[in-house]
């Protein structure tokens, strides 16, 4: 199956720092999105981005499919911005959501 | 709040007990998942759930068993689980999309975490 590598693992931030999150993956997509797990669990959507970039407010996503990753980019990082940061792609109509194993943002004041 | 709800946020379940995990929810999708998320894992499919028909089965073991009586309710019912079934477990619903589910947006509950002793 697809395979789905994120990185870094972790990353420390002070507050107002920018950071960039990266997202390979080893087939084509039809689908890929980005979501923010704060510390209480809650899985957030935060971009649906199969291609091209998107911004929402501190936040961006650029996917390059033909060369398959993806970037996340925090600006002016938040305490709030905390917790894991996941990639998930899809390959086909019926296949599975593969998950990355994450990225854990930790934002110090 | 994102529109899907699950219900219990915890349970503490012995090995020999029967409980269920409820997911209900309010955005008119059709639909609805099952995610494992253990600790230092990445999340796990177990069971998707598209106009209440089950359409994926991630090789779950039988002690799992879903139910989807409409689509907007989606159950785990749990027996006899084991210590490592200790978990977060997820709910997500999403919109089928021109007859398949590849280009739809998944939307998560908050989670169940159990704890089996």
């Known amino acids: 199956g697809i395979q789905v590598e994120q990185s870094p693992p972790d990353l420390i931030l002070q507050e107002g720092a920018n950071s960039t999150l990266r997202c390979n993956f080893s087939d084509s997509v039809n689908n890929l999105q980005w979501f923010h797990q704060n510390p209480w669990g809650q899985l957030i959507n935060l971009f649906y981005?199969?291609?091209g970039t998107k911004q929402n407010g501190r936040l961006s996503a650029t996917t390059v499919a033909t060369e398959r990753y993806s970037l996340l980019y925090i600006s002016s990082s938040q305490t709030t911005d905390s917790g894991v940061y996941f990639c998930a792609v899809k390959t086909d109509s019926w296949g599975k959501f593969q998950f990355g194993a994450g990225t854990q943002v930790v934002v110090t004041p | 709040e994102t529109g899907v709800t699950q219900t219990p946020r915890h349970l503490v379940m012995g090995m020999t007990n029967k409980k269920s995990l409820k997911c209900e929810q309010h955005l008119g999708h059709n639909a609805m998942y099952w995610y494992k998320q253990s600790a230092k894992k990445p999340l796990e499919l177990m069971f998707v759930y598209s106009l209440e028909e089950r359409v994926e089965n991630n090789s779950v073991p039988s002690r799992f068993s879903p139910e989807c009586p409409n689509s907007s309710h989606l159950f785990l019912h749990l027996h006899t689980l084991q210590p490592e079934d200790s978990a977060l477990y997820l709910c997500?619903?999403?919109?089928?999309?021109?007859?398949?589910?590849?280009?739809?947006?998944?939307?998560f509950g908050a989670g169940t975490r159990l704890s089996v002793l």
């Open positions: 997500a619903s999403s919109q089928e999309v021109g007859g398949a589910l590849a280009k739809n947006i998944q939307y």
């Open positions: 981005i199969p291609s």
